[in-house]
């Protein structure tokens, strides 16, 4: 077993949950080896050089950034992905369930070793776990990238819908080409973003579908007003959302792309569902 581990996810969660789940394979006996993140793309290159090596299990430990990184990096025909969640918001395994955020558990998950196959989007030459977006959410991202003290999420979402300016969008989906003018649109696997902002609260992320997420401004109401429905997942049946099922989907936009909150420019948003192409284990704590 190889553990990919960034130590600093999550405040320092993630040595934390390093030190839980390798006590618990010491206990077992049970051999693996730590490789430990240092900078920006170094899971995605280890993930590789470990895949030409012949790993055949692959431990991503830390928040969806380096969950994204390993995704990048793995050979699905050589190695299967175990996931341990070990960063602030942790929104893929959260919302999805696919692994529990008691690190032992995790990582007992992964030594019980029952596959499961998850899918995950193709946006270009890059793959994505959970959400892929743009607009409002790359924009809240760059401000608590940039906060020295370190705003968070939702915080920064309330601030920048206070001055937030729509932008015009050609989404091509289901042989229909529409223009729209939105505050954001996400291409979703899973469920939500931000720490618990539930952007996608009916995607599921073995359905072999992607939801389609646009929100528009709103006629009659400022913007702001329409926050708190969208963090608690309300928002979709009102007339500022449009959800649209599909396998692809085609987004023109002069804006930068979010996939799984790393932020990517001059990115072509073209959009596909890559069904079962996840390997990873069966999280023992779904019924």
């Known amino acids: 077993m190889e553990i990919i581990a960034n130590k600093t996810s999550g405040k320092g969660n993630g040595a934390k949950c390093l030190s839980k789940a390798t006590a618990y394979l010491d206990e077992r006996g049970i051999p693996y080896t730590v490789h430990e993140t240092t900078r920006v793309g170094h899971a995605k290159a280890m993930t590789q050089e470990l895949c030409a090596s012949g790993a055949d299990v692959i431990v991503a430990l830390g928040g969806d950034g380096t969950f994204h990184e390993v995704l990048n990096g793995i050979d699905f025909a050589k190695a ?3 996931l341990v969640p070990a960063g602030r918001g942790n929104d893929f395994a959260i919302g999805t369930k696919a692994a529990s955020l008691d690190p032992v558990k995790a990582i007992a998950s992964i030594v019980d070793g029952t596959p499961k196959e998850l899918d995950y989007i193709q946006i270009s030459d890059k793959r994505c776990l959970n959400v892929g ?3 409002l959410d790359v924009e809240v991202l760059l401000k608590t990238a940039k906060s020295k003290n370190k705003i968070s999420y939702v ?3 309330f601030r920048c819908l206070l001055r937030y300016k729509p932008y015009h969008v050609q989404v091509t989906a289901n042989g229909e080409t529409n223009d729209y003018d939105c505050i954001m649109v996400g291409v979703c696997n ?3 973003i931000g720490g618990g902002i539930r952007l996608s609260p009916v995607s599921i992320a ?3 579908k992607l939801d389609v997420i646009i929100m528009e401004k709103p006629k009659h109401v400022p913007t702001v007003f329409v926050m708190p429905k969208f963090v608690k997942g309300k928002h979709m049946n009102e007339p500022y959302t449009k959800r649209i099922i599909c396998e692809s989907v085609k987004i023109q936009t002069p804006a930068p792309v ?3 909150g790393e932020i990517y420019y001059d990115l072509p948003f ?3 569902i890559v069904k079962n192409g996840v390997k990873t284990f069966e999280n023992s704590e779904n019924p």
């Open 80 to 82: 299967r992905l175990g």
């Open 133 to 135: 977006g743009t607009g």
């Open 155 to 157: 915080t920064s979402l």
């Open 190 to 192: 899973g469920t939500q």
């Open 206 to 208: 073995d359905d072999g």
């Open 258 to 260: 979010q996939l799984d």
């Open 270 to 272: 073209d959009a596909h």
